[in-house]
C-alpha cells in the first residue's frame, strides 16, 4: 500500500510569491490534515479536511488556505510569502478523520524555503 | 499558549540503559495521547497510544505511563538502541464537536543513543 506522498519535496521561493503544495494521501483514507514544523515551535496544526470539508483550523492566518479534491488528494496554498513561512509542511491521512485514537501518517514533507 | 509541553529540547542517553522522555500537558479535556517518533528527512511515525482511561500501555520496548492528575505522561524505552535517536512528538487528542477530533503537538524532544 503506497503511504502518503507530498510533492513537491523541496522549493524555493522569494518573498510576496505564493506556493501550493499538493498531498495525495493512502488509498482509502478520506482524512488528511496539514501541519507545519519549524524548530522553535515543534508540529503546528494548520487544518484538516475530510470528504472535501475543512473540519478543522488551527491558528493561522488567512494567507495559509487548502482544498481538497473529490479524489482525497489536497493541497495547501499559502500567498504573499513572508521569511517566517520557511518550514517543513507535513500532509498526514487517516481513515476516519482525525479520531481520538490519533493516528496519523504523515507523508515526508514539502521543505519550504522563503528568501 | 501551549498546551503539550515538552520541557527538554533533548536528551542523550547510552546503549542499554532506560530513556524517559517526559510531556506534560494542561487541557483536561484531552483523553488520548499518543507518542510520535521522527527520523531526519522523514515524516514522523506512530509510535505507541494511551487512552485517558488507563495509566500504562506497553509495546515491546516502549511503555507509556499517564498521570492525570499531574497532567504528566512519559515514554519509556528499555533497553535503548543507537536506532532509536530520533525526534519524539508527544501529542493529544481532544474533542472538537460533531464527529471531529483535534490533535496537539508538543515541540519534540531529541534522543540521541550512544553505542
Known amino acids: 500500500k503506497a503511504g502518503v506522498t507530498q510533492t513537491p519535496r523541496y522549493l524555493i521561493k522569494t518573498r510576496g510569491q505564493q506556493v501550493t503544495l499538493s498531498c495525495s494521501p493512502i488509498s482509502g483514507h478520506r482524512s488528511v490534515s496539514w501541519y507545519q514544523q519549524t524548530p522553535g515551535q515543534g508540529l503546528q496544526f494548520l487544518f484538516e479536511y475530510f470528504s472535501e470539508t475543512q473540519r478543522n483550523k488551527g491558528n493561522f492566518p488567512g494567507r495559509f488556505s487548502g482544498r481538497q479534491f473529490s479524489n482525497s488528494r489536497s493541497e495547501m496554498n499559502v500567498s504573499t510569502l513572508e521569511l517566517g513561512d520557511s518550514a517543513l509542511y507535513l500532509c498526514?491521512?487517516?481513515?476516519?478523520?482525525?479520531?481520538?485514537?490519533?493516528?496519523?501518517?504523515f507523508g515526508e514533507g514539502s521543505r519550504l524555503t522563503v528568501l | 499558549d501551549q498546551q503539550v509541553k515538552q520541557n527538554s529540547p533533548s536528551l542523550s542517553v547510552q546503549e542499554g540503559r532506560i530513556s524517559i522522555l517526559n510531556c506534560d500537558y494542561t487541557?483536561?479535556?484531552?483523553?488520548?495521547f499518543l507518542w510520535y517518533k521522527k527520523y531526519p528527512a522523514e515524516g514522523p511515525t506512530f509510535l505507541i497510544s494511551?487512552?485517558?482511561?488507563?495509566d500504562k500501555n506497553e509495546d515491546g520496548r516502549f511503555t507509556v505511563f499517564l498521570n492525570k492528575s499531574a497532567k504528566h505522561l512519559s515514554l519509556h524505552i528499555v533497553p535503548s538502541q543507537p536506532g532509536d535517536s530520533a525526534v519524539y512528538f508527544c501529542?493529544?487528542?481532544?474533542?472538537?464537536?460533531?464527529?471531529?477530533?483535534?490533535?496537539?503537538f508538543g515541540k519534540g524532544t531529541l534522543l540521541t543513543v550512544n553505542p
Open positions: 498526514a491521512s487517516s481513515p476516519f478523520g482525525t479520531a481520538n485514537t490519533g493516528e496519523l501518517f
Open positions: 501529542a493529544a487528542s481532544a474533542y472538537s464537536g460533531g464527529s471531529n477530533y483535534k490533535l496537539t
Open positions: 487541557n483536561s479535556m484531552f483523553d488520548y
Open positions: 494511551i487512552s485517558s482511561i488507563k
